[in-house]
Nanobody, 126 residues
Framework: QVQLVESGGGLVQAGGSLRLSCAAS????????MGWFRQAPGKEREFVAA????????YYADSVKGRFTISRDNSKNTMYLQVNSLNPEDTAVYYC???????????????????WGQGTQVTVSS
């Protein structure tokens, strides 16, 4: 069982940056793949970024590639999403997710993730 808590969201002007965090409980954090997803009002949840259990492999949606960076610190049971060069289209609730099963590959598909946080709101003003 993994419990996830996001933080770091807020209101920022276009061009600004934030660092989102996802704190995880559970002894298996260092062995599970993780991901970030987001959902804007009236839109479906979409993939943002994912990271392998070791942190050696990362994946990004085309819309955020070059602006967002996913990372993890297994010693702190925490995953991060550094979001730079924000624009109003990035406004959404950002969710972190964990994939059940040790040493599974990271995935872009939300159906592959079993545990979800409550989300953190990111609002970008123009």
């Amino acid at each position: 069982q993994v419990q996830l808590v996001e933080s770091g969201g807020g209101l920022v002007q276009a061009g600004g940056s934030l660092r989102l965090s996802c704190a995880a409980s559970g002894r298996t954090f260092s062995s599970v793949a993780m991901g970030w997803f987001r959902q804007a009002p009236g839109k479906e949840r979409e993939f943002v970024a994912a990271i392998s259990w070791s942190g050696s492999s990362t994946y990004y949606a085309d819309s955020v590639k070059g602006r967002f960076t996913i990372s993890r610190d297994n010693s702190k049971n925490t995953m991060y999403l550094q979001v730079n060069s924000l624009n109003p289209e990035d406004t959404a609730v950002y969710y972190c997710a964990a994939r059940e099963g040790l040493y599974r590959t990271a995935s872009r598909d939300s159906d592959d993730y079993n545990y979800w946080g409550q989300g953190t709101q990111v609002t970008v003003s123009s």
